[in-house]
């Protein structure tokens, strides 16, 4: 339960809504008119505000750039069919956040913090929602240590911002993803569960090679033997098995993925059977080349479904066939969407609707 503050507003006075192409948004290409700022100072998190988005004051010493404390989310939120805004699944995004701000010894955050900023940042920025269908506000709430130090240790000083931005689909097209078997995101013990920036700064210069190599993306593998799936860095992966949604179990070194919860939540309403397992490649290998596998997808915030038209393992390029009308990823988003634009009931109580 929360309780309502009213967060005080400073418009912009040169709104740069105009400018924005909403034909062609691509993703996180334009940042919304304002931002919301909270400190964390002297044991405790300040009021927020919401002020004109740009840049802040801050030291080149500050611990976050140097010893890495800071974590971020990424959710949406939505015009519904009767002109309600949604913002999705605001329960569990909260609970994670906390989880991986707990990992890098970074202060909670209280659940009316955290849900009256979200509220108030979407309102002051009401008209950059997207009303295409597949576009959306993307939601970026991030936390980092601001004390300036260089003594290593936890910092005392933290900032919370939320910016949001309209985007489109993340990726434009089925994407090619190739199994790394030599480069590692996360081991287990490790913060591969928690969203931190660190995860993603790791993971470029492997991915960077994957995509010189004509890949989107990679798809990780257990840091021990390289021979169990994780995750796909941007996204949770899943495929359709002998007819059943089978996806890697969540562990330290995988992200709990709320688009993955949910998805797994509506399959099993859908009758289909699901298997949350070690998935290794070698299996993965055997479904592709006796066509058992016949689904493979990234679902992810920004990703929500997102088709995979190659995995390559081991340099050999397999090809999963065309999506149809009736495959299961497809109608697995049809019923996500129609559950967060309001056409469908909200069984689980996922929609978090401000107006
Ligand atoms: C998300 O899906 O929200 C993510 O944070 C993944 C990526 C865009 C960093």
């Given at each position: 339960m929360t309780t309502t503050t009213s967060i005080p507003v400073k418009r912009t006075s040169q709104s740069r809504l105009?400018?924005?192409?909403?034909?062609?948004?691509?993703?996180?290409?334009?940042?919304?008119?304002?931002?919301?700022?909270?400190?964390?100072?002297?044991?405790?998190?300040?009021?927020?505000?919401?002020?004109?988005?740009?840049?802040?004051?801050?030291?080149?010493?500050?611990?976050?750039?140097?010893?890495?404390?800071?974590?971020?989310?990424?959710m949406k939120a939505f015009h519904?069919?009767?002109?309600?805004?949604?913002?999705?699944?605001?329960?569990?995004?909260?609970?994670?956040?906390?989880?991986?701000?707990?990992?890098?010894?970074?202060?909670?955050?209280?659940?009316?913090?955290?849900?009256?900023?979200?509220e108030a940042i979407v309102k002051a920025d009401e008209a950059w929602i997207p009303k295409d269908n597949g576009s959306s506000l993307y939601l970026r709430p991030v936390v980092f240590a601001s004390e300036a130090k260089l003594g290593v240790k936890v910092s005392d000083q933290y900032l919370f911002v939320i910016l949001t931005s309209p985007v489109g689909p993340y990726f434009s097209k089925p994407v090619r993803l190739k199994v790394e078997l030599e480069y590692v995101r996360a081991a287990e013990g490790g913060t591969g569960f928690a969203k931190c920036a660190g995860n993603y700064g790791g993971a470029f210069y492997p991915t960077q090679q994957a995509r010189e190599q004509g890949f989107d993306q990679v798809i990780w593998t257990d840091a021990k033997e390289h021979k169990?799936?994780?995750?796909?860095?941007a996204m949770n992966i899943m495929f359709l098995l002998n007819n059943k949604l089978v996806t890697p179990a969540l562990s330290s070194s995988i992200l709990d993925g709320v688009t993955r919860n949910t998805l797994i939540t509506l399959a099993k309403d859908m009758g289909v059977t699901v298997e949350e397992r070690k998935v290794s490649v070698d299996e993965i290998e055997k479904g592709l080349q006796n066509k058992t596998l016949t689904e493979a997808f990234g679902a992810g915030t920004a990703a929500v479904v997102s088709p995979i038209a190659t995995i390559n393992i081991q340099g050999t390029d397999y090809h999963l066939p065309d999506i149809k009308e009736d495959s299961f990823q497809l109608r697995v988003k049809n019923k996500l969407n129609e559950i967060r634009s309001g056409t469908a009931p909200d069984t689980y109580n996922w929609n978090h609707i401000i107006r």
């Open positions: 105009s400018t924005v192409d909403f034909s062609n948004l691509g993703f996180g290409n334009y940042i919304s008119d304002h931002m919301l700022v909270a400190k964390y100072d002297n044991g405790t998190w300040q009021e927020p505000q919401i002020i004109p988005y740009g840049d802040l004051l801050m030291s080149p010493a500050m611990l976050s750039l140097h010893y890495g404390q800071a974590v971020f989310e990424g519904m069919t009767d002109g309600a805004i949604n913002i999705f699944r605001v329960e569990r995004h909260h609970k994670r956040l906390n989880k991986s701000l707990a990992r890098m010894c970074m202060p909670a955050i209280s659940e009316d913090l955290f849900v009256n900023s979200l169990y799936i994780d995750e796909s860095g």
